[in-house]
Nanobody, 117 residues
Framework: VQLQASGGGLVQAGGSLRLSCVAS????????FGWYRQAPGNRRELVAA???????NYIDAVKGRFYVSRDNAKDTVYLQMNNLKPEDTAVYLC????????????WGQGTLVTVSS
């Protein structure tokens, strides 16, 4: 499975962005998706998760502001980010969970989101 994230950019605090993650390859193996972020000097953290059944989970810092969704016809997962804050600045990456509940895609470069105050 290969994943390509896009949609990042520079936005002012309070603004919105929608990130896309396009999957290719053996997409039938995918059980779920995760959106991660890594800010300079910080560890990569899981921000939002989407299960095959449509269930979602978010870290507290983004609850009520970020929403993850999936378009199966396009093999694409989205992360809608609203009311962005400077602390949301990071490289955002996506990955997929496979049958063994492990991540099955190589980490890509992600897409940079910069939120100015």
């Amino acid at each position: 499975v290969q994943l390509q994230a896009s949609g990042g950019g520079l936005v002012q605090a309070g603004g919105s962005l929608r990130l896309s993650c396009v999957a290719s390859g053996s997409t039938d193996m995918i059980k779920g998706f995760g959106w991660y972020r890594q800010a300079p000097g910080n560890r990569r953290e899981l921000v939002a998760a989407l299960g095959r059944d449509g269930s979602t989970n978010y870290i507290d810092a983004v609850k009520g502001r970020f929403y993850v969704s999936r378009d199966n016809a396009k093999d694409t997962v989205y992360l809608q980010m609203n009311n962005l804050k400077p602390e949301d600045t990071a490289v955002y990456l996506c990955n997929a969970v496979g049958p063994a509940d492990t991540l099955i895609a190589a980490w890509g470069q992600g897409t940079l989101v910069t939120v100015s105050s």
